[in-house]
C-alpha cells in the first residue's frame, strides 16, 4: 500500500535526521519533511476516503456473520480505531471546506494558505496513520468472510410468490 511506503520512508528518514532521544539535527528540514509526509499521506487517503463509509459497514457486516473461530479477535478493535479515525478526518475535512469558504473572502497570503494546510493535515496525522496501519483490517475481514461457509437458509420462499406479491397482484397457481 502507498501508505505504508510513505510511512517506512518517514521511519527511515526520521531514523537518520534525529539524535538517540529523537530530537531532530535540523529542525526546520525535519518540519518541512513531515509537513511532506502528511501531505502525501492525506493524499494516499483520499481515494479510501471515499468509499471508507461503505467499507466498514461491509466489515462490520462480514463479522457478524462469522463464527468466534473464524476471525481475528483484533478486527472488532480495529474497525472501531478506523472508524473514530474516519469520524475525526472528516471533521477536519468540514473544518478545512469552512476555512477556505472563509478564506474567499478575507483573502488570506500564500503563506498563510500553506500554514493553515500544514496545521490542517499535521492534526490529520494519528487518524491518517490509524488507516495506514490498521486498515489492512478490512481486507483481512474480507478475506475471512469469503473462507467462511455462507449460512444455508432454513426456509427458502418461493420465488413466484414473491415476484406476483412485489407486483401487487395475487399469486395464481396452475
Known sequence: MQSEMILAS??????KHTDVDGYPYDEESYGWRKVQRDVQTWRAFEPVRRSARDL???????????AAGDFDDRWPWQLSELTKALDRLEALRDEWTKAREAGRTSRPTHEQFIDALAERNAEAWSELDTWATQGRALLDVHFAAFKTPAPVPTKVPDPTLMATAAAGRPAVRR
Open 10 to 15: 518517514w521511519d527511515a528518514y526520521s531514523e
Open 56 to 66: 466498514l459497514a461491509t466489515a462490520r457486516f462480514q463479522l457478524r456473520h462469522m
